[in-house]
């Protein structure tokens, strides 16, 4: 709404004003396990001004996508609680285009803790599904992952990040293979639809959480997990989420607080011992 008041102001319509800047779409994920809960803050490029500030992030915690101005932004890391104004643990930098999207994840143990930025496909083969499988589980260094009996990666280690495959549309069993433990899920991979399977370290061994990437061709990416058989807790880039965007004399500059994420548990498909 207040863009479309500024761009009224100039005389330009608000759907023109959109169109010129585009929009790029940008996730914050915290992968390592072994790693205290963090505050994770977004800048564009050259302003100190946070664009994104979430609190208290912990181990397992993935943001919904948040749709942004293409161009560049710096992702800083601190510890839980600490000010601002101190200097982050960790820090990188990523470059947004226009119509694409990207998750930028704390990977790694707490001694090799790094931010890795993601690619994030939003598009498959026609009548096809895609999956990928990122591993973030540390007491299971290797695993392997299956979907409906087949390999799909068959030695994840821990931290690694497995390119997209596409798979017929279909609803189907996978499965995280470790040395001791075995998590087990079931999910609907409707055509056009694109995923993110994460393996985590849980309190009763693996479990698996599907991240939904894009819900189909020409939508929007979706970020959120798919739960159960099926069901969707999908949030896209008009998610009614506490992200206030002030704009003003061609600047923007978005101040957000107080922003604490769900663990991705939300009925989990999980199965030990199997």
């Given at each position: ?97 226009d119509g694409h999207a990207y998750t930028v994840a704390g990977m790694g143990p707490k001694s090799g803790l790094r931010l890795q930025v993601l690619n994030d ?154």
């Open positions: 709404m207040l863009m479309a008041a500024f761009a009224l102001l100039l005389g330009i319509p608000a759907a023109a004003a959109s169109a010129a800047q585009g929009t790029g779409w940008i996730r914050l994920a915290h992968l390592s396990p072994n790693t205290p809960p963090v505050d994770v803050y977004l800048y564009s490029f050259g302003n100190s001004n946070a664009k994104i500030v979430l609190h208290h992030v912990a181990y397992g915690e993935v943001s919904p996508y948040e749709a942004v101005t293409p161009g560049d932004y710096s992702v800083a890391m601190r510890a839980a609680g600490a000010s601002a104004s101190s200097q982050p643990v960790l820090s990188t930098s990523v470059t947004v285009k496909d939003l598009t498959t083969p026609k009548g096809k599904s895609s999956m990928r499988v990122i591993q973030a589980s540390l007491k299971e260094q290797t695993v392997k992952f299956t979907c409906g009996g087949q390999t799909i990666v068959p030695k994840a280690t821990f931290a690694s990040v497995s390119s997209y495959q596409a798979i017929p549309a279909n609803t189907w069993t996978m499965q995280a293979i470790g040395s001791g433990s075995t998590a087990t899920g079931r999910w609907a991979m409707d055509a056009g639809t694109v995923h993110t399977m994460v393996v985590l370290d849980g309190a009763h061994g693996l479990e698996i959480v599907n991240l939904e990437d894009a819900a189909g061709a020409g939508q929007p990416p979706a970020g959120g997990v798919t739960t159960g058989f099926g069901g969707t807790a999908g949030h896209g880039p008009g998610s009614p989420l506490p992200w206030l965007a002030v704009i003003g004399a061609g600047a923007l500059v978005a101040v957000v607080g107080g922003l604490r994420l769900r663990r991705h548990g939300l009925r989990r498909q999980i199965n030990t011992g199997v």
